[in-house]
């Protein structure tokens, strides 16, 4: 019966590669595939990694196989214990190590792309679609007015100090135009949050007491869901919002109506000119 443990070991690997190839058609894979171009080179560095890791486990699992086979017979004689091979040592040593620093190496390019502000497009920066701040258990919108326009960053960094009067404000409704690059500037008014985007592949942490850039670019326009990704209190499972990706006539034109509809005071120009009208008879 202990040489049959080789079977065991042997069929390890074909079960997981087998379930591995068919989890996608399946629907047990990413639950959509990535609709930002950043979004899709991430999930090129995870299945890099996936065929890096999917290798060393049939490679071992194999060797397992084989060792319990050709050794689990009986065998004549004493048995010979040694103290191990160095050689063997340093391989199994330096080849993990050669394959981490190749990885690390290999994906600096995409996280620099995506986590260093110099590389941003400085258009998007310049003019970011909106602030949000994270708090128990919401995601707080606040948009600059539709015909602002920001000369330099010094007047963003005004205009996220002192909000305007003229801001627009929604609650877990970010509205973004599709096809380019778009900016917000994510802050946490209580506890540590993480803005995360599934579908776009995009996750940040917001940090009390910090202002964090977040630059990324929505390929199709469709809802996207919006959650956070940190255990922030007993309302986290419950701290949903979403991301309204429209071209961008449709988002100014949502701008537009947003504030139509935030600073109407519920008084119709009709209304206003009959009082007044029967103010000056009185």
Not at 21 to 49: C, K, R, V
Request: net charge negative; charged share 20%.
């Amino acid at each position: 019966m202990g040489r049959l443990w080789w079977l065991f070991f042997l069929a390890w690997p074909i079960v997981a590669v087998g379930w591995s190839w068919a989890a996608p058609s399946q629907g047990w894979w990413f639950p959509t595939a990535a609709m930002s171009p950043l979004g899709a080179e991430i999930d090129n560095l995870f299945y890099l990694i996936l065929v890096i890791v999917s290798i060393v486990f049939v490679a071992t699992n194999a060797a397992l196989a084989y060792v319990i086979w050709r050794f689990s017979r009986p065998q004549e004689g004493k048995g010979w214990f040694f103290h191990g091979s160095h050689n063997l040592e340093v391989l199994w040593t330096i080849a993990p190590a050669g394959i981490l620093l190749f990885i690390s190496l290999y994906q600096l390019d995409v996280w620099a792309r995506f986590r260093i502000k110099r590389n941003a497009d400085q258009q998007a920066m310049l003019q970011p679609i909106a602030e949000v701040t994270a708090r128990q258990f919401e995601w707080r919108i606040r948009y600059p007015a539709p015909d602002r326009k920001f000369k330099n960053e010094k007047e963003v960094e005004d205009w996220l100090k002192n909000p305007r009067p003229d801001d627009l404000h929604t609650v877990n409704d970010l509205h973004v135009p599709t096809g380019r690059n778009v900016a917000i500037h994510l802050r946490s008014e209580d506890v540590l949050h993480s803005f995360f985007l599934p579908d776009l592949r995009v996750k940040q942490d917001a940090v009390p007491g910090l202002v964090i850039p977040v630059w990324f670019e929505a390929n199709a326009s469709k809802n996207y869901e919006l959650v956070c990704a940190e255990l922030c209190g007993w309302g986290h499972y419950k701290m949903k919002g979403r991301v309204v990706a429209q071209q961008e006539p449709e988002f100014r034109q949502y701008l537009q109506e947003l504030a139509i509809h935030q600073f109407d005071d519920g008084v119709s120009k009709a209304d206003g000119d009959q009082q007044d009208s029967q103010g000056e008879d009185e």
